[in-house]
């Protein structure tokens, strides 16, 4: 039987989802709802649905980076959006992530049991080597992991959350950032952004984050008003040193050598 999870803030669609479909037509079971992204995700990561129906236009919440992490995480999940968010570049970005269905807000349920139908036959595609209970991971590879540890999932999903987790570390460099704050940014485990991180670009969080801080730093040298101690600061570095031997591994030349060079 296919487990399908809900997500939408308006209780009156999730309550009518859940109990208005004859869910055993298509030997589904509702095993899940939420009323957020953030919920969505926690409830989807429990139960580890084979379908999802889900809004992507809840406030406060970026809807394409929801739906990139689901992709990226669970690239066995089949994906329907149903939303009143009525842009056609967000439902064509929507579908290129691997969304089976792009419904508007209101549907019929002649087009809610279309998406149902088309989400179910593609879950029969779906490999039994694949297939796990909700919640055991003994054994198994993890969500978008294969069992030789590689990267799997959707490369668009994947390319696209990298994206926005790199935009995010550029937005805030110079705080004391961590993996879980980008993470929880693009909606995944931290576990599983480093992952990502490592597949896409070949470099991990750390390596990333140095690299970004330093780009940002050699700029900040051209100005002769500016201390390195003082920059070091600004780029996130509370320890001079620190920032010192970073600098000198990834521009070969130290700090004030560089502002030697550049000035």
Not at 59 to 70: H, K, N, Q, R, S
Not at 175 to 199: C, E, F, P, T
Request: aromatic residues 8%; charged residues 30%; negative net charge.
């Amino acid at each position: 039987m296919y487990r399908v999870v809900i997500v939408d803030d308006e209780p009156v669609i999730v309550e009518g989802l859940s109990k208005g479909i004859e869910w055993e037509k298509w030997n589904c079971k509702v095993a899940g709802t939420a009323g957020s992204s953030a919920e969505g995700i926690r409830v989807i990561r429990s139960v580890r649905p084979d379908l999802l129906i889900t809004d992507i236009s809840m406030p406060g919440e970026d809807g394409l980076v929801m739906i990139a992490a689901l992709r990226s995480e669970f690239p066995d999940m089949q994906v329907s959006i149903l939303t009143g968010y009525r842009e056609f570049d967000y439902a064509k970005r929507a579908l290129e992530l691997g969304v089976t269905r792009f419904l508007l807000k209101p549907s019929k349920f002649a087009e809610l049991e279309e998406a149902i139908t088309a989400m179910t036959e593609r879950a029969k595609e779906r490999p039994a080597a694949l297939e796990t209970e909700p919640g055991a991971n003994g054994g198994h590879a993890g969500e978008g992991e294969s069992a030789e540890g590689e990267l799997t999932g959707d490369p668009g999903a994947n390319n696209f959350l990298v994206h926005n987790a790199m935009e995010y570390m550029r937005a805030h460099y110079s705080d004391k950032i961590r993996l879980i704050d980008v993470a929880d940014h693009v909606y995944v485990s931290q576990w599983h952004l480093s992952k990502l991180l490592n597949g896409v670009t070949g470099k991990n969080f750390s390596e990333l984050l140095n690299e970004i801080r330093m780009e940002k730093a050699t700029e900040l040298l051209k100005d002769p008003s500016l201390r390195i101690s003082d920059i070091a600061e600004m780029v996130g570095y509370a320890d001079i040193a620190h920032f010192s031997r970073v600098f000198k591994k990834i521009e070969g030349v130290s700090a004030g050598d560089y502002r030697n060079k550049s000035c």
